[in-house]
């Protein structure tokens, strides 16, 4: 499967963005989705999940309660609402697949199959 992420761009603190993560050549309702970010010098880091079905979702505890992640399997598209954002939030944002098919937590990258190109969300203070 191809991801192509979209919607990065440059924000003051406090403001909003949403990214987009296209996906294709697969079939995108069995795959649990991801999004992760790489800040400059540093590892790449959890974000969000959601489950195949979208039922389940979870976050990294430095955006619980600020970001949203939601999936659309009619339009292979996942998303990624960031509300209150913050400097530390500056890094570019990458969306990724696995194949496994239950509700359970994917947080590392490993876990991984397939990765997006990624987008730079920069956050100015």
């Known amino acids: 499967v191809q991801l192509q992420a979209s919607g990065g761009g440059l924000v003051q603190a406090g403001g909003s963005l949403r990214l987009s993560c296209a996906a294709s050549?697969?079939?995108?309702?069995?795959?649990?989705m991801g999004w992760f970010r790489q800040a400059p010098g540093k590892e790449r880091e959890f974000v969000a999940g959601?489950?195949?079905?979208?039922?389940?979702?979870y976050y990294a505890d430095s955006v619980k309660g600020r970001f949203t992640i939601s999936r659309d399997n009619a339009r292979n598209t996942v998303y990624l609402q960031m509300n209150s954002l913050k400097p530390e939030d500056t890094a570019v944002h990458y969306c990724?697949?696995?194949?496994?098919?239950?509700?359970?937590?994917?947080?590392?990258?490993?876990?991984?199959?397939?990765w997006g190109q990624g987008t730079l969300v920069t956050v100015s203070s």
């Open positions: 990724a697949a696995h194949r496994s098919s239950d509700s359970g937590s994917y947080i590392t990258t490993y876990e991984y199959d397939y």
């Open positions: 959601i489950s195949w079905s979208g039922g389940s979702t």
């Open positions: 050549g697969g079939t995108f309702s069995s795959y649990g």
